[in-house]
């Protein structure tokens, strides 16, 4: 997204991918609105929304008890008031295929980035290499890690995040869509005796998020994957006909939730932005929309100095000044969903009720605004430079 910002405003830029594709299962789906008004803004939101694609508008809560109605997205102000679901590998495709309608935009896939280029402290590229043996470098007045959670550049650069411990991990899997599945199935989290889980809608099938106790996955695969399959068919009653074909542990996906956040985001000549500046808990899915939020800060920061050749650190400080404190609210905002909802759903399935402050949600009107409006824009909207 920053590469076709960046090249939208006649920056040369080369983009490097390591892996040959964009394809790669249980990624992140999520466009939430402030997104849509991103790409409106540059004139993509339509075609982007001609692919096949789903949209949420709301979110409940379901327990044993109750169905409880938690975010509305319909109550905003946008053109967009829904989550839009649409595979990453084509929304990836999508944009690196109008960044290539821009002459100083390069693409290069399949290149591992296996250095960094440094001269006089300061980072002027990156060697990388896309086969054994074969080794390439670009040279570059600034360099940017956009890549990701385990980011190979924040390991070269030396930059040590700060960390959390969230208190869960989650397994991602597949089941086969039906058309008489019930159509908000995929707006909704079912929480019950100990267990907790969210579905998106994938067309043919649904992807599950299903959450365990952290450094709990060993006892759930020796518990066996009956045991799985039971609590799957317990927790989406109209889907036990099918979690047989959940039928191999090979199917099913770990993720190791964490949280972070670097205290410093650059160096002279490289910035960090996304998930390499600060990782994201799954709560809520707005990783996708705070790395595109800093891609576009980025953007409106960067454009005129990279034109003009004289980036300076004090435009890095800048980009890390106004996407730092939105994150520490969202993170601080997912901090408290994880300790007061989600813990107490996994650790205490006997006693476990929903909290007062979620149940008081649906119940007064602002508080219905408040959780919807941060899910949606974030703290602050953000918008392209004109």
């Known amino acids: 997204m920053l590469a076709l910002l960046l090249a939208r405003q ?6 490097l991918e390591s892996h040959l594709n964009f394809d790669r299962d249980f990624r992140g789906d999520t466009l939430h609105p402030s997104v849509m008004e991103i ?5 993509l939101a339509d075609r982007l929304l001609s692919l096949r694609h789903a949209k949420i508008d709301r979110f409940s809560i379901q327990t044993p008890e109750e169905s409880l109605p938690l975010i509305d997205l319909r109550r905003l102000k946008t053109p967009y008031p829904y989550i839009t679901l649409i595979p990453q590998v084509d929304f990836l495709d999508f944009i690196t295929a109008e960044a290539k309608h821009y002459p100083h935009f390069q693409l290069r896939m399949g290149a591992n980035v296996q250095g960094l280029i440094r001269k006089n402290a300061h980072v002027r590229g990156v060697r990388y290499r896309t086969a054994p043996g074969d080794w390439h470098e670009v040279r570059a007045q600034l360099t940017i890690g956009a890549d990701g959670r385990f980011s190979r550049l924040r390991r070269l650069a030396k930059l040590e995040p700060r960390t959390s411990r969230p208190p869960m991990d989650m397994l991602w899997f597949r ?3 039906q ?17 907790l889980l969210v579905l998106q ?3 043919a099938y649904w992807q599950i998020g299903y959450a365990i106790l952290k450094d709990s996955y060993r006892h759930v695969r020796a518990a066996g994957l009956e ?6 068919s317990e927790l989406v009653p109209w889907a036990h ?16 939730v964490g949280a972070d956040r670097l205290s410093r985001w650059y ?4 910035l960090l932005i996304g998930d390499a500046a600060h990782v994201m808990s799954p709560v809520g899915g707005v990783g996708i929309n705070y790395a595109i939020h800093d891609a576009v800060v980025a953007a409106n920061i960067l454009a005129q100095p990279l034109r003009n050749h004289t980036v300076q650190e004090r435009h890095l400080a800048d980009i890390q000044r106004q996407r730092e404190w939105p994150t520490r609210v969202i993170q601080a905002f997912q901090a408290q969903i994880q300790q007061r909802l989600i813990a107490p759903a996994l650790r205490d399935s006997a006693s476990f009720r929903l909290p007062l402050s979620i149940r008081l949600v649906p119940r007064i009107p602002l508080l219905r605004t408040i959780p919807a409006a941060l899910i949606a824009f974030g703290p602050k909207r953000v918008r392209v430079a004109a």
Not at 10 to 15: A, C, F, I, R
Not at 39 to 43: A, F, T
Not at 227 to 232: E, F, G, H, Y
Not at 241 to 256: E, H, K, M, P
Request: aromatic share 4%; hydrophobic share 40%; charged share 25%.
């Open 241 to 256: 006909d099918r979690v047989d074909q959940l039928s191999n542990w090979q199917d099913i996906a770990v993720l190791s």
């Open 201 to 203: 809608n994938r067309y």
């Open 175 to 177: 089941l086969p869509r």
């Open 179 to 195: 058309s008489d599945d019930p159509i908000d199935a995929g707006a909704t989290l079912r929480i019950g005796q100990g267990r």
């Open 267 to 270: 160096q002279a000549g490289l």
């Open 227 to 232: 045991a799985l399959q039971r609590s799957v």
């Open 39 to 43: 790409l409106d803004s540059i004139g």
């Open 10 to 15: 006649d920056v040369p830029v080369t983009l």
